[in-house]
């Protein structure tokens, strides 16, 4: 009996076992995985028009979450640095280091900046929720660590893909509602833009049709939070999380064998500058740290909430690491 079920058991695996194997093994749209995203309000979609439409080349290029996103002005960098550099914010939000190495990839072999900052904070996590969904089948297959959320990846991966093999045999576009920003993240018009599959009934996902834009810096939100706010989120107890070594050392070490130099930028949350907390762990023995001085991070006025900083904070910020390019490159 025993050896009759394994058999009829093994009658029904093996095709869905090769079926999922399958799946993994056909060409993923990279376009699909930008616009399929779970993070709706990071303007994710503007990177791979960056990445894979735009043709203006990348220098420099700065990775990481929102912190990076809210506080690199790269279209003020690059006004303070000479005319032939181009610098890009590339910041994805939410943390998660798996999904800074799949970016790096996509900025290689795209771009191959010269120059690379990539964002550390006091609590630096392994895991994106959105790592599922933009990894290639290799990276998914075989991370540079297994996670308690490994098999919840090879799951969104290979529903990613049934998605796209759906949208590419039966289903055509839909139209969505695209909103685009200036430099400034002023709202300047909407418009139609057919990119979007049908069967996807997510958030509201915000794009750009402009696809020569060079630059990703749209702070949302100009105004300074309160001074008792931040009091209250200084006095929450920091949380310090420095899991994703092992993913950081496998970053550094793509990017040098590229020829591109590579910084650690540190961007605290506010009233938790840990210089020293930082220099003790594993990220100095990792790559250079730049540590932005303490007074930026340190001003009420320069912040959105207790982990962003505003456009003041962001261009005071800028015009510091402006400064501090020549000198590193």
Known sequence: MVKKFLTYSAFFILPLLVLCLLLFAIPY????????????????????????????????????????????????IEQNLDSFTHVANLAYCGGGRNLDLILLNDIIDSKSPSVLFIEIKNNNAIKHRDYGIMAPAIDLWFPVSITPDYLINLYTGGKSRLDFLRDQLFFGSKTEIDVQYDSN????????????????????????????????????????ISEDLLLRHMNVKEEICFDDVAYLEKMCALAKSKHIKVYLLYLPPYGNYMRDVINQSSYPKIGTV????????????????????????????????????????
């Not at 749209?29 to 203006?56: G, P, V």
Request: proline residues 4%; positive net charge.
């Open 29 to 76: 749209s990279r376009e699909f995985a930008y616009m399929s995203k779970n993070n709706q309000d990071c303007n994710t979609s503007w990177i791979y028009h960056r990445l894979f439409k735009n043709d203006t080349k990348i220098d420099i290029a700065f990775i990481g979450t929102s912190h990076t996103g809210c506080a690199i002005n790269d279209e003020l």
């Open 185 to 224: 993240g002023k709202m300047q018009k909407k418009t139609e833009y057919m990119y979007m599959q049908p069967h996807i009934k997510k958030k509201k996902v915000i794009v750009t049709i402009d696809e020569k834009r060079d630059h990703n810096f749209m702070p949302y939100f100009k105004d300074t």
């Open 290 to 329: 730049i540590f932005p001085p303490d007074d930026i991070y340190s001003n009420k006025n320069y912040w959105i909430d207790g982990e962003h900083l505003n456009l003041a904070g962001a261009n005071v910020l800028s015009k510091w690491i402006s400064k501090k390019i020549p000198d590193l490159k």
